[in-house]
């Protein structure tokens, strides 16, 4: 079985070397540009480090389609390992402030245990990322009734969402850097929402080191979408120790608050003067302790937050920087809010890559998407989608390291 490689001019595993179709022995580096010699040593520790992912893992077929693990590979030696089972981004290998890759997202090592049970580790999440009260929407004087999943209420798509179905998988070659093009089709009243949703997800590694993810979608009957991403980051070790030193910074005045349910009372409050003000970089652990009632709800950080924008184009909206590691990532959006969930529920059950055992707060989410509940608050950005429109949303997970 072998591992499909979506990069211009190296192959998994990296030896011989082959660029432009010649091999290069190691000595010939010195005569080499140092652009290009910098590449070819990053490939190696890349792929060396990377080892654990093995393709045969992940190979299998699923109600009669093939699910399979694809590499991403730029031109600075970033990768991604990403699964056409949920779109799930596996593995996510960045370098620290020194060049030292390593991965910076939560996962599993084999489709085997995505499929047993997984806190939504690195997905894609529809039709509606996050909740809908009681499961339940009104479009055209006509109420549907959804899977309650999560305390009464609708969380991430249902029983099962967009995390856990199989995505056709297009290998492209994006202008900008190699491509995964997932396509998937949501049958009228799959989940039982209504409309045939036809959805097309694209992740980019870019050549700017960035992790692109761009979402299409059409209907043929008015419905609701809310697609978004569910990586769970540490930037430090990738989950071995908890994210509390992480500093974040969220572009934000207002956030909405929850019910116990952690559904949006529809007020937006202002962020000032609260736990949830993220307009300076801050520390996530430094005000976890709060009694803000917000923070008992949330049982910590899991709420929305109203980005404050200039317009409806991408835009840098969030920032997480790692000091340790020198690893800073940024995220830009086209999408009002920003979930940004600390890894509440993640308690020790979840054995991941590698044998890390995932402890409280290990990992971060910053789900790019429209407000939870957003059918039940007709005031806030719609998420109702019409036949002859089309749903867009890109969101950019961009790295580096100080
Ligand atoms: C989202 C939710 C959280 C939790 C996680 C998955 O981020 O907001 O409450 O359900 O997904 O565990």
Known sequence: MELAVLDATLLYP???????????????LAVLGPALAFALLMSDYVSNSQAQIKPEAFHRTIDGSQVDVYMLKNANGLEATITNYGGIVVSLMVPDKNGKPG????????????????????????RYGNRIAKGRFTIDGVVYQLAQNNLGNALHGGLKGFDKVVWQAEKVDGSDGPALK?????????????????????YTLTNKNELKIEYAAETDKPTFVNLTHHSYFNLKDGGASDILGHELVIKASRFTPVDKGLIPTGELRSVA??????????????????????????????????????????????????????????????????????????????KGKG???YQHRTGLCLET??????????????????????????????????
């Open 369 to 402: 998407q429209h407000f939870p509940d957003s059918p039940n608050h007709p005031d806030f950005p719609s998420t109702e989608l019409k036949p002859g429109e089309k749903y867009t949303q890109t969101t950019v997970y961009r790295f580096s390291a100080k």
């Open 182 to 202: 997932l396509t998937y089709t949501s049958k009228d009243g799959e989940e039982d929402y209504p409309g045939t949703l036809r959805c097309t997800v694209t």
């Open 103 to 126: 991965d910076v997202v939560l996962g599993y090592d084999t489709l085997n245990d995505y499929i047993g049970s997984t806190p939504y580790f690195g997905c894609l999440v529809g």
């Open 273 to 350: 003067g609260t736990p949830f003000d993220f307009n300076k970089p801050t520390a996530i652990g430094v005000r976890l302790a709060s009694e803000d009632e917000q923070m008992q709800f949330g049982t910590g950080y899991d709420h929305n937050w109203v980005l404050d924008r200039q317009g409806k184009d991408l835009e840098l909206v969030a920032s997480v920087y790692e000091p340790t590691s020198g690893r800073f990532m940024e995220v830009l959006t086209t999408e009002p809010g920003l979930q940004f969930y600390c890894g509440n529920f993640l308690n020790g059950t979840n």
């Open 355 to 357: 044998g890390t055992v």
């Open 14 to 28: 990296p030896t011989p070397r082959k660029v432009n179709a010649m091999t290069i022995p190691r000595d010939g």
